[in-house]
Nanobody
Framework: QVQLVESGGGLAQAGGSLRLSCAAS????????MGWFRQAPGKEREFVST????????YYADSVKGRFTISRDNAKNTVYLQMNSLKLEDSRVYYC?????????????????????WGQGTQVTVSS
């Protein structure tokens, strides 16, 4: 069982930056693929980024590529999402998720149904 708690959301100006954190409980954090998803009211949850157990493989949605960076610190059981050059359309609730790393191609982990554990979400609001 893994429990995930996101933090770091809030209000930022367009062009600004925020860093989200997701702290995981449990001893097996380093064996999990971690992902970030986001959701706007009334819309489906969409993939943002994912990182494999070691941090050696990452994958991004086209909408955030070059602006967002995912990373992890297995010693701290934490995954991060550094968000730069924020746009108004980045305003969403952001969720982190965990799945056992079975060695699948990292792009496969862009699908929400691959993840077993989810955090409660943190709101990001970008203003002009």
């Amino acid at each position: 069982q893994v429990q995930l708690v996101e933090s770091g959301g809030g209000l930022a100006q367009a062009g600004g930056s925020l860093r989200l954190s997701c702290a995981a409980s449990g001893r097996l954090f380093s064996s999990y693929v971690m992902g970030w998803f986001r959701q706007a009211p009334g819309k489906e949850r969409e993939f943002v980024s994912t990182i494999n157990w070691s941090g050696g493989s990452t994958y991004y949605a086209d909408s955030v590529k070059g602006r967002f960076t995912i990373s992890r610190d297995n010693a701290k059981n934490t995954v991060y999402l550094q968000m730069n050059s924020l746009k108004l359309e980045d305003s969403r609730v952001y969720y982190c998720a965990a799945a056992a790393d079975l060695g699948m191609r990292i792009a496969t982990m862009s699908m929400a149904e691959k993840y077993n554990y989810w955090g409660q979400g943190t709101q990001v609001t970008v203003s002009s």
